[in-house]
């Protein structure tokens, strides 16, 4: 889905439906576990449907944690 669609049943856009969640989870304090098991992610080094490409192997957990007021480095 593209960010210039929007979510369906809404006019809200992908954009803002992952803001209102981010909202919605840094409020509960959440935490968000992300398990990859040999995934791979091939990423343009340019752009064109030519381009060569990095692929880059995801093996393990990614945990994200939400907490209101955080600050940003």
């Known amino acids: ?3 210039q669609q929007t979510v369906e049943g809404s ?4 954009a803002d439906f992952g ?3 981010w909202s919605f989870l840094t409020a509960k ?3 968000i576990n992300y398990e990859f098991v040999g995934m791979e992610i ?3 080094r340019s ?3 030519d ?3 990095a692929t880059w192997r995801l093996n393990g957990t990614l945990r994200v944690t939400t907490a209101e007021g955080a ?3």
């Open 1 to 3: 889905m593209s960010e």
């Open 11 to 14: 006019n809200a856009s992908f």
């Open 19 to 21: 803001k209102e969640m």
């Open 29 to 31: 304090n959440a935490a």
């Open 42 to 44: 091939e990423v343009p």
């Open 47 to 49: 752009t064109g449907a």
């Open 51 to 53: 381009s060569p490409r």
């Open 71 to 73: 600050s940003q480095s």
